[in-house]
């Protein structure tokens, strides 16, 4: 996986987590856009308790009982078994907490919760569909913070999809609503993610606009973590230019924010970006470091999304220095660990980065069928842009395999899903990719021919003939087939 992608792919997870709850200020989110999960727990709590207090009413043997009593009940199970990052047992409780005459907000509150869980579980239509609630109940109840969060977070699964445009039509009609509250929190969220619309285009000088943007919120609501993550943003941006000495720069400034605010996650994105950095310039041995000391944070954290992509990042150097079985051995810890917390965007991921390993193994099949795996789960979830990638190296596997038709067909492929997305630098590449494979299969017709010709030339000199009589003859064959 190339570094263009890599970042985009880390920082897709980053940003679907992060937006995912927003629209509630006591719904925080977590996994690089957040404090700690311990601090967000007891706030999403306290918030879905909010309006569920009734009268106090005692039964006939005394014992004193809250009419809510089993809706708080299930609430508060919901919230242990977020904790645990046990999404689907979750979905559950949150459900068996709805009543009739429940007010807006707190059905609101439950869509969104519900909403997340289903797409921290990788289930985009079941996500939307509680999404398309509560933009409903919002509209009905006219509840712009809400209507808001339903908006922005029908836009990050259009954008998980690859489906930009929508995506990028969604999150500006919730920017616009956060604008009109004043809710600058939320803001510097929704523009973080039409900032990595624009990076996945390859619009990269709209991109970093945004970003400043979202630098120049979180400095000035004052929120440390925010500005480490922009800041990340912003380097990364420099990084895919090429520019390096930049990209280092505002990356150490994020990593030197979280080292100072106790902020682990970001400490661990900070070192990742760095890491990349490093990669870029050949520094494998610094990346290698950089990536281990990233590994560790998110081990001590438990943020095992975390813990995998850096047990990939790892398996990169590992692959770029040709040991393959240990490179094979950390892609194969991530994809273990994307399985078991049932992350399927993380696990196609994974599945691909194991098909290049064996690619240059020259273990072609196995590397078709990994990459056919990947192919499958992100066609299941929607994402587009994975399944571009994944087409995208299908297609060189099949040429290895001279299997042209095949390899052109699936370059072709994913030559239309990057244009639809306007990723500009990887339709470059796929059209480059298409033009190397066709002047190399036409070079080997060529040769072929000649080889074919020139045997025919030494046969019918050996039964007599002079060598103009042969060309001739081989020169009216192909005049007769053409």
């Known amino acids: 996986m190339d570094i263009f992608f890599s970042i985009i792919i880390g920082l897709i997870v980053a940003a679907i987590i992060a937006i995912l709850g927003f629209g509630w200020k006591r719904i925080r989110t977590w996994l690089g856009w957040s404090p700690p999960i311990p601090d967000w727990v007891p706030e999403l ?16 043997d005394g014992v004193v009982r809250t009419a809510g009593a089993e809706r708080r009940k299930n609430l508060s199970q919901a919230a242990a078994l977020l904790k645990e990052k ?35 579980l990788g289930e985009l239509e079941e996500a939307e569909g509680n999404y398309r ?17 339903g ?44 900032g990595l619309i624009y990076q996945i285009r390859g619009e990269l000088d709209k991109a970093l606009e945004i970003f400043e943007q979202v630098l120049k919120i979180e400095r000035g609501i004052g929120r440390r973590w925010g500005e480490a993550n922009a800041l990340s943003n912003i380097g990364n941006i420099y990084l895919i230019r090429g520019e390096l000495d930049k990209a280092l720069d505002y990356v150490q400034q994020a990593l030197d924010i979280a080292k100072a605010e106790v902020y ?36 001590k954290i438990g943020n095992r999304e975390g813990e995998a992509y850096q047990l ?16 094979l051995d950390y892609q194969q810890k991530a994809l273990n660990i994307a399985k078991a917390e049932v992350y399927q965007g993380a696990e196609a991921a994974y599945l691909g ?38 087409l995208y190296n299908i297609g060189l596997v099949y040429a290895g395999k001279d299997e042209i038709d095949e390899s052109i067909e699936h370059l072709e492929q994913a030559l239309k899903i990057f244009e639809k997305m306007g990723a500009k630098i990887e339709i470059e590449k ?53």
């Open 86 to 120: 046990r999404y689907r047992d979750a979905i559950p409780y949150f459900e068996a907490s709805f009543e009739p005459n429940m007010g807006s907000s707190e059905k609101i509150a439950l869509h969104l919760l519900i909403g997340n869980c289903f797409s921290l």
């Open 151 to 194: 908006l922005g977070n029908i836009g990050v699964i259009y954008q998980t999809r690859g489906e930009l445009d929508k995506a990028l039509d969604y999150l500006q009609q919730a920017l616009k609503l956060h604008r009109q509250t004043g809710n600058r929190q939320e803001e510097a969220l929704v523009l973080h993610n039409i």
């Open 264 to 299: 682990q996650a970001g400490e661990a994105n900070a070192l990742g970006g760095i890491g990349f950095i490093c990669q870029t310039k050949g520094k494998l041995d610094k990346a290698l470091g950089c990536y281990q000391q990233a590994l560790k944070i998110h081990k």
């Open 312 to 327: 990939a990042n790892i398996g990169n150097i590992y692959l770029l220095e040709g040991k393959l079985d240990r490179a």
């Open 133 to 149: 609630k509560v933009e409903a109940v919002a509209r009905q109840a006219k509840d712009n913070e809400g209507l808001a969060a």
């Open 45 to 60: 709590e306290q918030r879905l308790r909010e309006g569920f207090r009734q009268d106090i009413t005692t039964d006939l």
């Open 353 to 390: 980065n194991i098909g290049n390993v064996c690619q240059t193994k020259g273990d072609l099949d196995k590397a078709l069928d990994y990459n056919q795996k990947a192919l499958n789960i992100h066609r299941k979830i929607g994402y587009r842009g994975g399944e571009a990638l994944n």
């Open 430 to 482: 796929a059209k480059q990719a298409i033009q190397e494979i066709l002047e190399r299969y036409t070079a080997g017709l060529i040769v072929r021919e000649y080889m074919k010709n020139l045997q025919k030339i030494r046969e019918s000199m050996e039964q007599g003939m002079s060598v103009e009589e042969a060309v001739e003859q081989v020169r009216k064959e192909q005049e007769d087939e053409s």
